[in-house]
């Protein structure tokens, strides 16, 4: 079946360094790639989002790249700030379908 | 900016209770999604609806789980008899189209079975 990977979390990182969550996936069909932000007390909100391969998201200073020969989407951002403390998640739905299929979600946490 | 609401934030129920969840999805919006997360793993789709029936669900969404639209504005899911392990946060979700994966998601109701 289809599915998503994501780095394990928690993750905490200093204020202006580099950050990578890692997200890999497996799909029956042709799937778009997505990463959603929950910030504290609110709904998941759309990050970014590509619908095939080699397009890049970007949104906010993050950016992820679809990579169909390694099944992966990571999110990048080069220099992260405290309000990027969330919990990120990377999700997949097929061409088609109504459903979204997301990965565990990662906690980031941003110290200044 | 639109959003979609839920209430209540926090539940309790015994297990064997009936509870309703409420959501009040973004108002031009036609497709509604329940999805799940029990803590420390996945956000999972339970549900979708449109032109007031389901037109997907899940394993999860069995025969104790039932989904409505009763006006033109909500949008609940009902759980008949609670079970220790439907305790878990529930998201309603919206969107415009189907299909896109531009879902947008309330805050979500977090219910605690005991």
């Known amino acids: 079946g289809d599915s998503v990977t994501q780095m394990e979390g928690p993750v905490t990182l200093s204020e202006e360094a580099f950050l990578t969550i890692n997200c890999t996936y497996t799909a029956t069909g042709y799937p778009s790639l997505f990463w959603y932000v929950q910030y504290p007390g609110e709904g998941l909100q759309l990050l970014l989002k590509?619908?095939?391969?080699?397009d890049k998201g970007s949104n906010k200073g993050f950016e992820a790249t679809y990579r169909k020969e390694t099944t992966s989407f990571h999110l990048e951002k080069g220099s992260v700030q405290v309000s990027d403390s969330a919990v990120y998640f990377c999700a997949l739905i097929i061409q088609g379908a109504q459903k979204l299929v997301f990965g565990q979600g990662t906690r980031l946490t941003i110290n200044p | 900016e639109p959003e979609v609401t839920q209430t209540p934030s926090h539940q309790v129920t015994q297990m064997g209770q009936e509870v309703i969840l409420r959501c009040v999805p973004i108002?031009?919006?036609?497709?509604f999604y329940w999805y799940r997360q029990i803590l420390g793993q996945k956000v999972e789709f339970l549900v979708s609806f449109y032109n007031n029936e389901i037109s997907e669900k899940s394993e999860i969404f069995d025969d104790q789980f039932s989904v409505e639209r009763p006006d033109g504005s909500n949008f609940t899911l009902k759980i008949r008899s609670t079970k220790l392990e439907d305790s878990a946060m529930y998201f309603c979700?919206?969107?415009?189209?189907?299909?896109?994966?531009?879902?947008?998601f309330g805050p979500g109701t977090r219910l605690t079975v005991t």
């Open positions: 108002s031009n919006h036609l497709y």
């Open positions: 590509a619908t095939k391969a080699d």
């Open positions: 979700a919206s969107s415009e189209a189907l299909g896109t994966g531009e879902q947008y």
